[in-house]
């Protein structure tokens, strides 16, 4: 006879993630800048933190080994975005924002690729 024990939620999952309040920031953020005339760079920081919080809750939820693979696939995203976005609306100020977060992005990625496989 298998003896079930009752676990409760918090005893599976001994501590709380921190991406969630990072995401929000991110979104948050990065409409501010687009909202504002001027704050672009504003917008790309808080879509890089959106980004970086992407890629975390990836790599915490065991989907990825690695840091650098959904980092280069999340820069592959907004990249593509922005310029479906650029080509498709004249939103140019948001394509932008996508665009060079997806570039910011894949530059993290190739650090990280280089520091994972130990030549950094």
């Not at 999952?13 to 309040?21: L, M, N």
């Not at 280069?72 to 907004?78: D, E, G, L, T, Y």
């Not at 498709?88 to 665009?99: D, E, I, K, P, V």
Request: charged content about 10%; aromatic content about 8%; overall charge negative.
């Amino acid at each position: 006879m298998v003896e079930q024990t009752e676990q409760g939620l918090s005893d599976q999952y001994p501590r709380a993630s921190p991406w969630p309040i990072p995401l929000v920031l991110g979104l948050v953020i990065s409409e501010l800048g687009i909202l504002f005339d001027g704050f672009l760079p504003v917008a790309v920081g808080g879509l890089v933190l959106l980004a970086g919080s992407i890629v975390g809750i990836v790599r915490e939820s065991g989907f990825a080994a690695t840091l650098h693979r959904p980092a280069f696939a999340v820069a592959a995203v907004f990249a593509g975005l922005g310029a479906g976005l650029y080509a498709g609306t004249t939103a140019t100020a948001r394509a932008a924002a996508l665009s060079g977060t997806g570039v910011v992005v894949a530059a993290g990625a190739v650090a990280l690729f280089l520091y994972e496989t130990g030549r950094l």
